[in-house]
T-cell receptor
Framework: ETGVTQTPRHLVMGMTNKKSLKCEQH?????MYWYKQSAKKPLELMFV???????ENNSVPSRFSPECPNSSHLFLHLHTLQPEDSALYLC????????????????FGDGTRLSIL | AQKITQTQPGMFVQEKEAVTLDCTYD???????LFWYKQPSSGEMIFLIY??????QNATEGRYSLNFQKARKSANLVISASQLGDSAMYFC????????????????FGKGTLLTVNP
């Protein structure tokens, strides 16, 4: 059983809908991440939260809005998405801050496969 | 900016044989970590192995080993005694280890290699 749980696993929505993706981690980590994985492209980091504060935002359109209410939960709120936003959205967590040369891998969930009609 | 290159879109290997998946990286930062992940068709990214830029020995983890050649900036993954369950996408990734700034958090991924293990 994965230590990072994402719901829903699959989501189909129209461009005018509003939905949210949820991520929960049970690993005692305090950094959480959202990644986007599109076909034939490398994973793209979208947002990073450390100790519930956003520490990185990689020029993501405002139609994606993250929320981190506590160190165990991370949400991605979606509204007025475009067809090119169809992708696998992966959540990850790790210890924070990841300083020094210690091995601090990010642990990923199973992802939410999002399709925009 | 850092970059990861995986030149093999797909690889085939016979069950019980060894296979090497290539990864080269580009960074001017002297402190970094290299990671390999496995992604089965189910979607989950599974951490396999880690190599630090200052590690003197190549990392090993069960059937996985990392052939780290720092001067060539390569970090190839070797899977020994391949099993049918090894069929998946494999991603090489790098994280800078600088003390300050958001770069500590960012994992830069390659495009991946699809490994197929034949019975």
């Amino acid at each position: 059983e994965t230590g990072v749980t994402q719901t829903p696993r699959h989501l189909v929505m129209g461009m005018t809908n509003k939905k949210s993706l949820k991520c929960e981690q049970h690993l005692g980590h305090n950094a959480m991440y959202w990644y986007k994985q599109s076909a034939k492209k490398p994973l793209e980091l979208m947002f990073v939260y450390s100790l519930e504060e956003r520490v990185e935002n990689n020029s993501v359109p405002s139609r994606f809005s993250p929320e981190c209410p506590n160190s165990s939960h991370l949400f991605l709120h979606l509204h007025t998405l475009q067809p090119e936003d169809s992708a696998l959205y992966l959540c990850a967590s790790s210890h924070s801050p990841p300083r020094g040369l210690r091995n601090q891998p990010q642990h990923f969930g199973d992802g939410t496969r999002l399709s925009i009609l | 900016a850092q970059k990861i290159t995986q030149t093999q879109p797909g690889m085939f290997v016979q069950e019980k044989e060894a296979v090497t998946l290539d990864c080269t990286y580009d960074t001017s930062d002297p402190s970094y970590g290299l990671f390999w992940y496995k992604q089965p068709s189910s979607g989950e990214m599974i951490f396999l192995i880690y190599q630090g830029s200052y590690d003197q020995q190549n990392a090993t983890e069960g059937r996985y080993s990392l052939n780290f050649q720092k001067a060539r900036k390569s970090a190839n993954l070797v899977i020994s005694a391949s099993q049918l369950g090894d069929s998946a996408m494999y991603f090489c990734a790098m994280r800078l280890m600088t003390i300050s700034g958001g770069s500590n958090y960012k994992l830069t991924f390659g495009k991946g290699t699809l490994l197929t293990v034949n019975p």
